[in-house]
């Protein structure tokens, strides 16, 4: 991949590899952070941080207008928990309350947006395949169509919408950004913001289930 | 068509027409109005009334957060003048300095995505034939593939995205809304904002020609 990318940056550890992954092919990156109602704004902190360290252009969006409108997601809602699920079996119907309705398409749409009017001809995202579960917009499939879709409204019919890590696990991501020297401590993955990452909402058991699987050494400091 | 649909409402005579047309089917309607760095809110005053007037629930969603992502549209930026077309085989051109970058595509993933919260199980909009040569995503193979796409992101098969007016001309809209009873006075078209119509924008002179073409008098003060 050449030319001019644009990667939607959550402020966590697979969009983070994402944009050292995309830079370190010598694209052109710029990230894009989306303030859409999330309880805790500690992760867009992370990916100011990130794009500092990376120089790279970042513009955070400020969506929180969207907030009455998507309600109900245990990630935006005040009266709903976040789950402190085990890994369990049966945990995919406990992280359901996590989904903000459509998301991935929402930001996905105002990345392409961006794009067109910045002429970069890629927007890039980093759902991976233990996702697929729970989110149905982080299939490789509904990327596909999508990609199609947008194809169409902007009259770019080479224009690329790409979840590379979308086959991959969280620890094979946690693997190569490491051989990048992507600065993990640096990315947050905690549902429930603060100064330290919990432990135990189910975002913090699977970043340190990644750590551990890929034998990488874990920089994260955990509540519990 | 029955159940729960969510409307996009510029507040202009498309919209609204839709508004009323879907309603008239005994749809429970609801509608969305943006917010997105348009050069003037006189068209959200306009969608507001409407909504009134028929009693029916509307959001205003603030998009403004977009507007440094989206430039270069004649509708958002100020360094971009609203190009007063004539209506002349080359005008497609000039209207292209309107097109704000996939403002559709973002319109309706984020009214899908209150489609899913609020229960609704189709999302409509005004598209209609005249503005396809301009508009890429107002096309009906666009709105096919987006919902295609919408039902892998939802998990929602049976959703619909429609633009049901996208192969009539607009005096064909304007000949329907008027059976309907619409309140044509009431919706707003100019581009530029104001207390009254201009008369010579694009949009201006396309809703004079829409009145006459339908053979519908025009309640429509123009300046010019």
Known sequence: MNGKAVIILS?????TTLLYDTASRGC???????????????EIDS???????????????D?????????GSALTDPGVDIPDAP?????????KSTIVP????IFLSIAVGYAVSSGAGAVLFGAHHSD?????DCRAEFVKAFEAAERLATDMPELRIEAPYAAMDKSEI?????????????AWSCYKGGDVHCGVCSSCRERKRAFVEAGIPDPTGYRA
């Not at 402020?11 to 969009?15: H, T």
């Not at 969506?63 to 309600?71: E, R």
């Not at 459509?102 to 398409?105: D, K, Q, S, T």
């Open 28 to 42: 052109e990156v710029s990230a894009l952070t989306f303030i859409y109602g999330q309880k805790h704004e500690r």
């Open 87 to 95: 890994e369990t079996p049966g945990r995919y119907d406990t992280l």
């Open 132 to 136: 697929r579960g729970v989110y149905p």
């Open 102 to 105: 459509n998301r991935n398409a």
């Open 47 to 61: 990916a100011r941080a990130i794009c500092g360290r990376m120089s790279v252009p970042h513009m955070v969006v």
């Open 174 to 186: 946690v693997g190569l950004g490491a051989g990048l020297g992507v600065p993990f401590g640096l």
């Open 63 to 71: 969506l929180s207008g969207l907030k009455p409108l998507l309600s």
């Open 11 to 15: 402020g966590g550890i697979d969009s």
